[in-house]
């Protein structure tokens, strides 16, 4: 069994920064590729940022430049940062982590709200 658990969501005011964190625990032999997603009111649910075990990263358009994803293999863990916040970025985001363990799988985050306001 695999567990992700994020922190570091909030709300910031517009222009802000917050960094999050999402750690993977439990049977965890390696992690592939680690990604951040995030889901707005009445919209579908879509990439912000990935990272593969190599280091190699995508991003989403609307966040490039300000969002900077990274991972940490010793502890499992990915990270985002977000700078210079803006209110679309308001959102539920969630980690993403295929994981092998007993098998290989996809697990998700249970999401961390972003509200960017004033």
């Known amino acids: 069994q695999v567990q992700l658990v994020e922190s570091g969501g909030g709300l910031v005011q517009p222009g802000g920064s917050l960094r999050l964190s999402c750690a993977a625990s439990?049977?965890?032999?390696?992690?592939?590729?680690m990604g951040w997603y995030r889901q707005a009111p009445g919209k579908q649910r879509e990439l912000v940022a990935s990272?593969?075990?190599?280091?190699?990263?995508d991003y989403a358009d609307s966040v490039k430049g300000r969002f900077t994803i990274s991972r940490d293999n010793t502890k499992n863990t990915v990270y985002l940062q977000m700078n210079s916040l803006k209110p679309e970025d308001t959102a539920v985001y969630y980690c993403?982590?295929?994981?092998?363990?007993?098998?290989?799988?996809?697990?998700w985050g249970q999401g961390t709200q972003v509200t960017v306001s004033s």
């Open positions: 993403k982590m295929v994981v092998v363990g007993r098998v290989v799988d996809n697990y």
């Open positions: 439990g049977r965890v032999i390696r992690i592939y590729t």
């Open positions: 990272i593969t075990n190599g280091g190699s990263t």
